[in-house]
Nanobody
Framework: VQLQASGGGLAQAGGSLTLSCTVS????????LAWFRQAPGKEREFVAA????????RYSDSVKGRFTVSRDFVKNGVSLQMNSLKPEDTGVYYC???????????????????WGQGTLVTVSS
């Protein structure tokens, strides 16, 4: 499975950005997809995840109500719409994938075996 993230850039606090991640190499619908982020000097942290058919969604408390994760079955990918951005949202955002038939998600980065290369998001105050 190969993942390619894009859409990062510079935004002002209160602004919006949309990240995209395309998935290739396997049957797309059978995979759970997630977004993680890593700020400078910090651990990689869970942001959001979505189930194989878009039915189950989970967000971290820090982005709930501001970010929206969705699957794009036409482009074979997943998007992350980020609104009301804050400086603390700054970091490298990674998409991740896992083939799993269980309904639960794990917020641990070690649960997700496939990763994209990351895209940088910088939010200025």
């Amino acid at each position: 499975v190969q993942l390619q993230a894009s859409g990062g850039g510079l935004a002002q606090a209160g602004g919006s950005l949309t990240l995209s991640c395309t998935v290739s190499g396997r049957t797309f619908s059978g995979y759970k997809l997630a977004w993680f982020r890593q700020a400078p000097g910090k651990e990689r942290e869970f942001v959001a995840a979505i189930d194989g058919y878009g039915g189950g969604i989970r967000y971290s408390d820090s982005v709930k109500g501001r970010f929206t994760v969705s699957r794009d079955f036409v482009k074979n990918g997943v998007s992350l719409q980020m609104n009301s951005l804050k400086p603390e949202d700054t970091g490298v955002y990674y998409c991740a994938a896992k083939s799993s038939t269980i309904s639960a998600f794990s917020t641990s980065r070690w649960w997700w075996p496939y990763w994209g290369q990351g895209t940088l998001v910088t939010v200025s105050s």
